[in-house]
């Protein structure tokens, strides 16, 4: 059983930058791939960047690519979603994932965070 726990959401002005971090419980953190999603309100869940196990692969949806940023620290158990250039369309909860392998399918993940909100205003 893995926990993760997302922190790092809030209101910014579009143009700014947030950094969200999504910590795990485990030290088996470097055994799994770890994803981000978002859902904006009456909108379905959709994948925003994803890591590989060893960091050395990293995956983003087309429209956050040149401006989101994923990373993970292992000695920590944290991984990272750098969000610059925001805009008022990234508003949504944006939930962190852990799962075996690196997929942009939501069923690929087996444990998920509560989410935080991101809210960009124009």
């Known amino acids: 059983q893995v926990q993760v726990v997302e922190s790092g959401g809030g209101l910014v002005q579009a143009g700014g930058s947030l950094r969200l971090s999504c910590a795990a419980s485990r030290r088996t953190f470097s055994t799994y791939a770890m994803g981000w999603f978002r859902q904006a309100p009456g909108k379905e869940r959709e994948f925003v960047a994803g890591i590989s196990r060893s960091g050395g692969r990293r995956d983003y949806a087309d429209s956050v690519k040149g401006r989101f940023t994923i990373s993970r620290d292992s000695a920590k158990n944290t991984v990272y979603l750098q969000m610059n250039n925001l805009k008022p369309e990234d508003t949504a909860v944006y939930s962190c994932?852990?799962?075996?392998?690196?997929?942009?399918?939501?069923?690929?993940?087996?444990?998920w965070g509560q989410g935080t909100q991101v809210t960009v205003s124009s």
């Open positions: 994932a852990a799962g075996l392998i690196l997929v942009v399918s939501s069923r690929g993940y087996d444990y």
